[in-house]
């Protein structure tokens, strides 16, 4: 994957130690900024992508050209308003955005890391990304928030950094992943290494991709964002561009067709070994084994306002995931609200042009900005 030279990019300096027992210095964040800091530098909102999101949260993404991951929610007059606030998003480390990452060259021995990079977690992750907080002499962010992976962030980094935020908004995510999750994790990550191409992860020394592991990763993934209502209604049996079966395997159904387009096109713009590096950070995730069971203790130093947002049809982090994080923090007495949301988007629904959503989400902010 060429990444552009233009890409803003922080170089952390200092020691980084990982959860797996290794130190990473001097090593790259690609972040993107939109909107302005003001004076008082207390409206910046640190927003977290999810397992296939990059730091080109709206507008055009300069490396895919496609609309950035968050485009419904971001930007002016929009839920995060680019107006009235400054929004930082960095490429997670293990990325493949520009962050440190399998792609990036080992500086020991000159050749790419591939499966040699340290096994992260998402704690290094929030960890690392602290530095832009520094990098902009930010004290304190108006705001934390992401969906999905970027909600475990949100999660991770409020309890590792109490004071460091005035509202928290995780939205479709959990506090620790659950059995079901790892188990399609893993089937993605079989996939990739179970292709002749993935050479242990020295494909890139080989200049060869694992596309075809890749491809089906994504499909298998694509299918829990999704919900069967939303399935249903979108593709049902539908077949693809004929009136009768072939009686053969290519793609006869709408939604077969579907998948495989979903597949062929994230194979363009993700790396291989990152797929395997964050979803492997997912499934580590567990904040309340962090605190020992009880997941209360994670939050109990924060101050902050929270608002947990969750979805009627999603069922890979559902609504009880996401209610227990609320009972959570209602057991320590926090400042919580909570909100399901209906729609038949399924997971995929915090990503989408969802209106309930996008005005529950924007009114929070909105009512806690006027009382910052």
């Given at each position: 994957m060429n990444?552009?030279?233009?890409?803003?990019?922080?170089?952390?300096?200092?020691?980084?130690?990982?959860?797996?027992?290794?130190t990473i210095k001097d090593f790259p964040i690609a972040y993107e900024t939109y909107g302005s800091l003001n004076s008082k530098k207390d409206n910046a909102i640190l927003v977290f992508h999810a397992l296939t999101g990059d730091q080109?949260?709206?507008?055009?993404?300069?490396?895919?050209?496609?609309?950035?991951?968050?485009?419904?929610?971001?930007?002016?007059?929009?839920?995060?308003d680019t107006n009235k606030y400054f929004v930082i998003c960095s490429n997670v480390i293990g990325g493949c955005m520009g962050s440190f990452g399998p792609s990036h060259k080992d500086p020991d021995t000159q050749n790419i890391f591939g499966t040699n990079f340290p096994v992260i977690t998402i704690n290094d992750m929030v960890n690392a990304q602290y530095n832009l907080l520094d990098h902009f002499g930010i004290n304190?962010?108006?705001?934390?928030?992401?969906?999905?992976?970027?909600?475990?962030?949100?999660l991770q980094f409020i309890s590792n950094f109490p004071d460091k935020s005035k509202t928290v908004i995780p939205i479709a995510t959990t506090s620790s992943h659950s059995a079901q999750n790892i188990a399609f994790n893993e089937l993605g990550r079989q996939a990739i290494t179970a292709d002749n191409n993935w050479k242990d992860g020295n494909y890139s020394s080989n200049n060869i991709n694992p596309g075809k592991g890749l491809a089906v990763a994504r499909m298998a993934a694509h299918i829990t964002y999704l919900s069967k209502k939303g399935l249903q209604e979108k593709f049902g049996r539908k077949l693809q561009e004929r009136e009768d079966l072939k009686f053969g395997f290519d793609a006869d159904f709408q939604i077969e067709s579907y998948l495989r387009y979903q597949g062929s096109v994230f194979v363009d713009r993700f790396d291989a070994n990152s797929y395997l590096?964050?979803?492997?950070?997912?499934?580590?995730?567990?904040?309340?084994n962090q605190f020992k069971g009880n997941l209360s203790n994670a939050f109990k130093n924060t101050k902050a306002k929270f608002f947990v947002i969750s979805f009627t049809?999603?069922?890979?982090?559902?609504?009880?995931?996401?209610?227990?994080i609320v009972i959570a923090l209602n057991s320590i007495g926090a400042d919580v609200?909570?909100?399901?949301?209906?729609?038949?988007?399924?997971?995929?629904?915090?990503?989408?042009?969802?209106?309930?959503?996008?005005?529950?989400?924007?009114n929070f902010l909105d009512?806690?900005?006027?009382?910052n």
């Open positions: 990444i552009d030279k233009n890409i803003k990019t922080l170089i952390v300096k200092k020691p980084l130690k990982l959860d797996c027992g290794k080109f949260v709206t507008g055009v993404n300069p490396i895919t050209k496609k609309d950035g991951w968050w485009s419904y929610a971001v930007g002016p007059n929009k839920a995060i304190k962010l108006f705001s934390l928030t992401g969906g999905s992976m970027g909600g475990m962030q949100v590096y964050i979803t492997r950070a997912m499934d580590y995730f567990d904040l309340t049809s999603d069922w890979l982090y559902p609504t009880q995931e996401n209610k227990d609200g909570f909100v399901e949301i209906e729609s038949d988007k399924g997971h995929d629904s915090f990503l989408l042009d969802v209106p309930d959503f996008l005005s529950a989400l924007k009512k806690s900005y006027i009382e």
